[in-house]
């Protein structure tokens, strides 16, 4: 748009310049000077400013062309430097964390070390809030070690170390969309995707660390950007052949009681209706969940994005707060033992 402007300018110049060079010529012409003939000055006169004016507006082009690249190479760099810082950022960021992550490993590593040496129940690592208490404080994923003491096997895990004090095993987590939660039995059991991003850590892993009087926090986001929370004093699931049933208990919050609709039920998958209802809740929520006919709650559903948030009973909806067609932006579950004290 500029550049189009300066050339106008710069046919106006001519323009202008070709009159006044007229103007002269006639003007020449009215007041004739007697040494030389009329016609040939003023016809040479104008010959010469005309081959002027050509010149003159040539070069403005030239010089309007030439500012337009130079212009253009302007920006192009400042686009690479910019480019170039945001890399530089974001591998400082990746290596930041590759080093808290590493620094947790050996953290971890020596921790399992001391450990193999004195096996007791409290020494154990069995979750996020046995970490805390060892003074790791710092929310990320650890891998809690093989214990053989408490029967359970090697885990990475993602610890919130700060909500309301810390210490909580992160079970569950919608954030990013790209995990579908439509699985089977199995995948539900041993539990599926990754621990930064959207997970179910699996209901084998719920049971086992809900055998300790255990206490469920649910953290949900709108897409307005709001959060609420819906905690359960105490929480557990049953083992496989209970069908994980799910049992809660003394709510407290700011989201509402949708999970209660769901109490003394069993969990149900594509491939497993064990719901209270003639439907087959699984398929019709699309996902895996303690389903009774069906729901008041769907936290496993599918994940929509803003704009499809409004419009489908399957998404991931939680009736209590925003009703059961609008699909929330984040959701996260985790468990911490009753009475833990940071
Ligand atoms: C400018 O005018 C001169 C004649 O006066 C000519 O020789 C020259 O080539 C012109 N330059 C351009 C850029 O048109
Ligand atoms: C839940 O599953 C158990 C077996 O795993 C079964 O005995 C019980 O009837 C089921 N309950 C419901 C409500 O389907
Ligand atoms: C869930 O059911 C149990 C009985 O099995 C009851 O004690 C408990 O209060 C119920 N939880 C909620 C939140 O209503
Ligand atoms: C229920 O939770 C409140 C605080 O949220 C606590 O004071 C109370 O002891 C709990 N009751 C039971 C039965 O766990
Ligand atoms: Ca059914």
Request: with cysteine; hydrophobic share 30%; charged share 25%.
């Amino acid at each position: 748009m500029k550049m189009a402007k300066v050339n106008l300018n710069i046919v106006a110049l001519a323009v202008t310049l070709l009159l006044l060079a007229e103007t002269w010529a006639q003007n020449s012409k009215k007041k004739p000077s007697p040494l030389k003939p009329v016609k040939g000055q003023c016809c040479d006169e104008v010959r010469s400013l005309k081959v002027q004016v050509a010149n003159l507006s040539s070069l403005l082009e030239e010089l309007s062309h030439k500012q337009e690249t130079d212009l253009k190479n302007v920006v192009r760099q400042i686009m690479e430097l910019n480019k170039q810082n945001r890399q530089q950022e974001a591998r400082v960021t990746e290596a930041e964390s590759k080093y808290s992550e590493i620094n947790n490993r050996v953290e971890i590593m020596q921790l399992q070390t001391a450990q193999s040496a004195t096996q007791t129940s409290s020494d154990a690592i069995y979750d996020c809030a046995s970490l805390y208490s060892k003074s790791y404080k710092i929310s990320g994923e650890y891998t809690l070690p093989k214990d053989e003491f408490l029967g359970t096997p090697k885990l990475t895990v993602f610890c919130d170390m700060e909500t309301n004090g810390g210490g909580w095993t992160v079970i569950q987590r919608r954030q990013i969309g790209m995990t579908s939660f439509n699985r089977d039995w199995k995948q539900y059991k041993s539990g599926f995707g990754s621990i930064r991003g959207d997970f179910w850590i699996g209901n084998e892993h719920i049971f086992r660390l809900t055998r300790q009087p255990s206490t469920l926090r649910i953290e949900l986001e709108d897409w307005e950007g709001e959060k609420r929370y819906a905690e359960y004093g105490l929480f557990n699931v049953g083992n496989e052949r209970n069908s994980y049933k799910l049992f809660i208990s003394n709510y407290s919050g700011n989201a509402g009681d949708s999970l209660r609709y769901h109490n003394n039920t069993n969990f149900s998958t594509i491939n497993k209706d064990n719901d209270k209802c003639v439907d087959d809740c699984a398929s019709l929520r699309k996902g895996g969940y303690w389903y009774n006919c069906c729901t008041d709650s769907n936290l496993n559903g599918v994940f929509y994005r803003y704009g499809e948030h409004l419009k489908n009973a399957d998404g991931i909806t939680w009736y209590g707060w925003h009703g059961s067609y609008y699909s929330l932006k984040k959701v996260e579950m985790k468990v911490r033992p009753v009475g833990f004290q940071s």
